[in-house]
């Protein structure tokens, strides 16, 4: 008996990567179902912009999801402890639903406002689901998890453009907000039954100091993100440029039909994410930070170049570039931002806040240029 206590006693502790399945669950559940819902959406609602409106129009979409976004991303981590996950949640599920049938009655000139509470509704539900996701998880295996909740929200999101280009095929493109409409109804009954109620949340505190709460502690904590600023940014405005704004600039270079452009839209996505993955691998065998993010800003910046070409091969491949550096970039600074503040989804909410930003006024500028030009 003691031999087999004593051999026992040397066995290595198992880490468990999932310490609240519930939490995972919820956020990579949700990360597939209302990106698809994204995917079959939102690129007929940036045609019918772009056919009204103009550039300028699609680019107002933007800037009102991403100002909106930017400023409820920051209240998301103070209803995700005053209210609990679930219905915060659900109160982003339900707005979202509700702008959907805004944009089935709605006149275009008003799709901008719609698109305002969106993205209001956009900045309570996807911070939440990425600290379901870090709390969900151990913090070793932060960066990592964060990697495959966006490497499978950007394919579910490229596979929803074509389910559109699906639907439009058989029952024309007036079902596609209805389509979506009667999936996020179904889902939000899923989430509520999925979802945590109360969460805890533990927060180291140093003793003989005040701690703050509330909005003042997620703005006070910035400082410890301030070096990551720069790469924020920029990562913010060329997702904000791939959002909306580059998919209407790509029909008036190409004149695609919507299907055509949906499934040209998708291959650039493909091609990208899993040209990614290449080079997450070679992160991790090298493993070298640096290396990777010199060369994925270089990728992300290159989207300049698109200013000097309308060749459909040349754009593709500009695209895909652009594709593989904000992929590689985007979970690198969520998990590090997480491990640097005291919650980790106050660096979330940080870096969401900052890049939404930079993602709603870098398309606004281009679309003021565009008038001009």
Known sequence: MVWKIGVAAKMPRVVRKIVDSRSFYSAMMSVVVVM????????????????????????????????????????HAILYE???PRYTGLIGLGLITSCYIMYSFFPTILYP??????????????PLMQSL??????????????SVYFLVGEFSGFIGYQVGSLIIYVFGE????????????????????LAPGKQH????????KRTETGLSLVLSESRYVKSLVPIILLVGG????????????????????????????????????LLSLLVSHIQ??????????????????????????????????????????TRSLKPILRGIASNKTSRPEIGIALVNSLTNIAAGTIPFMLGLLSLMI
Do not use: C, Q
């Open 133 to 146: 996701l870090v709390n969900g998880v151990s913090p070793n295996w932060r960066s990592r998890m964060m």
């Open 174 to 193: 007036s079902k596609l907000v209805f389509t979506g409409i009667l999936v996020i109804i179904a889902y939000t009954i899923v989430y509520s039954l």
């Open 82 to 84: 005053s209210l609990s």
């Open 284 to 325: 991790e065998s090298m493993r070298k930070t640096k290396p990777v993010l010199i060369v994925s800003t270089f990728f992300t910046g290159s989207i300049v170049f698109l200013a000097f070409t309308e060749n459909p091969l040349i754009v593709f491949m500009i695209l895909v570039l652009v594709t593989i550096g």
């Open 113 to 126: 406002l719609v698109r305002l509470i969106e993205g209001f509704a956009a900045g309570l539900f996807w």
């Open 238 to 273: 060329v997702n904000g440029l791939m959002k909306d704004y580059l998919f209407a600039y790509l029909k008036t270079i190409t004149g695609f039909e919507e299907t055509t452009l949906r499934n040209y839209w998708s291959i650039i996505g493909y091609s990208g994410l």
């Open 36 to 75: 698809i819902v994204y995917g079959i959406v939102s690129p007929h609602i940036n045609l019918r912009v772009l056919s009204d409106l103009g550039l300028f129009g699609v680019s107002l979409l933007t800037l009102g999801f991403m100002m909106a976004r930017s400023f409820s991303s920051l209240l």
């Open 201 to 208: 949340i533990s927060v180291h505190k140093e003793r003989g």
